[in-house]
């Protein structure tokens, strides 16, 4: 009984850490090229380099690479799936915003739901592999650790990974206890492998753990039933890469790079510069120092060179007691080696690491208790519960202080962490809370022509709906001018524009059109409202400065009091 009170304090402290603030940090990382095409289920983000089948087929398209001549409409398999990654995490952020609307929250808020669940599945797996004390060692670290934290907190698709990893292992290691968990683990593995590619390493891991150590049920009925459910899972995508390939010849952009074809649409890679094995084996340790506190990364040291006093004193009895999780360990080494140690991709060895500290400490437990077994109950357990208290502490201190509070305080590493810089406030979420206010029951007036035939659909019923609601027509634009990082913009500016029909151009675009078709051309079209964003980064230019002459800006700052854009509403 005592132990369900210490879990439900875990799970407790687990959700604090992941949904307070939730919505604080700017969007700036990979999260907006998921959150933007999951609002619509679009496959389009404005990527030049990186073009996708929507823009191929589009009927107002000749495209050139493949000579596609302007189809009569979208195939239907592009539905199924994205051009870059599998569809399920923009399926689940999809729901999430027609819940909770266009909003850093409504993107955030499933990874924080799935990150607190990661947590009671590493309890589940550590007490099923170990004890309940190294299961709850470990819930205690996951829930307070700062890389676990930290990808919990971003719309990013790791979080889903971590978590499908998690609850395929722990059905995996039932089904040897229970073969109907077969059939579950086909399940889980299929929904990971839907969400993101990486998940596919678990059937490695299975296969070779099944192959050494339970190669009997390589005949059972239900290993292969939970086979084929995962095929029947992931089918939308290879529906998908079946089509893609036969109209255009090649898979899609992933698996297109993985079978080294090289398409024109995608001689640019973007993601995929990660450098020579040299390079990857030399950013590992300092990508895991500037993604997880100094106290956690020597905890997990310790447990490496306890573990390997282990096995050089017990050998093969270490090995099978320790079997999966070294597996899992070698497993995913080299899959960070083939993809490249990058931050969010650490994160799914973050779970594993946590596990290996757990066992550590529970083995300081035990020695403090055979060292003070003739004292009193409580004193022959304090120091290891000391210990990992404090442990603890720092651990939701760093978290806190990098993740939850606007800007973190003291050094690095020892008290911040360049994990703050995956969601640092800039000041981009005051722009748009700016632009949120401005156009709250209004719809845009008139709107730019748009290239695609898609686009234009998704805005006229964007426009439709805003009619229904009796929204006000406001003849209004925005025009950008300096630095904006491409993400956010994105999310806070190109969004209005690409869903709602809002007209937003940059400053030289906004320019040209003048010199093309005259100095009156926005009041002959009926423009009445202009918005023009200057980032703070940037001295504007002489025609920039004659352009708002006698104009008082409106500063928008970041929550440090910083001045981050000036908006001059004209």
Known sequence: ????????????????????????????????????????LMDFDEAGEQTTPLEWFDPRQNFAPHNLGGQASIPWWTSLSFHDHPPLVFWIQHVFILFFGENNFALRFPSALLGIA???LLYLIGAGLYSQRVGLAAAGIFAATLNHVYISRTGMQESYVIF???????????????????????????????????????????????????????????????????????????IYNIGLYRQVGHFDFQLSYIFKQRP????????????TLKDRLED????????????????????????????????????????????????LFFLLLLIGPSYRFLTMLTPFMVLSAAIFFDYLYRIFYQILRQSAGWRRIWPAAFIFGAIILFEVF?????????????????????????????????????????????MPAMRFDVRYRFIEKIQERSLALARQRGFEPYPAMIVTYGNFDR???????DRLHIYHGWPVINLDTYFDYLAKNGFDYYKQVGFKHYYFVLSSNIVPSGDFQALVQGVRPVSIFNPRGEEAFKIYKL
């Open 1 to 40: 009984m005592k132990n369900k009170y210490w879990l439900i304090l875990i799970i407790a402290l687990a959700a604090s850490l992941r949904l307070a603030g939730l919505s604080r940090g700017d969007t700036v990382n990979d999260e907006v090229f998921y959150g933007f095409r999951a609002i619509g």
């Open 118 to 120: 990661s947590v009671y």
């Open 164 to 238: 499908f990893i998690l609850l395929a292992s722990y059905f995996f290691l039932r089904s040897l206890e229970k073969e109907n968990y077969f059939i579950l683990t086909g399940v889980a593995f299929g929904l990971g492998m839907l969400a993101k590619y990486n998940s596919f390493i678990l059937a490695p891991i299975f296969f070779t753990y099944l192959a050494l150590l339970r190669r009997d049920y390589f005949l059972n009925k239900k290993l292969w039933l939970g086979a084929f459910l995962s095929l029947v899972i992931f089918s939308p995508v290879i």
């Open 264 to 275: 024109d649409v995608w001689k640019v890679a973007p993601g995929k510069d990660i450098g």
């Open 284 to 331: 590992f340790i300092p990508r895991l120092a500037n993604t997880h506190s100094w106290l956690f990364l020597a905890s997990f040291a310790f447990a490496a060179i306890a573990a390997l006093k282990a096995f050089l004193s017990r050998g093969r009895t270490f090995l099978k007691e320790n079997f999966f999780l070294l597996l899992s360990f070698i497993f």
């Open 398 to 442: 760093y978290s806190v202080n990098n993740q939850i509070i606007y800007y973190p305080l003291g050094s690095s590493p020892w008290l911040s962490s360049k994990a703050r810089y995956e969601n640092y406030n800039w000041g981009y979420n005051a722009l748009g809370d700016f632009f949120s206010k401005e156009f709250e029951e209004k």
């Open 487 to 493: 993400g956010a913009k994105l999310w806070i500016l």
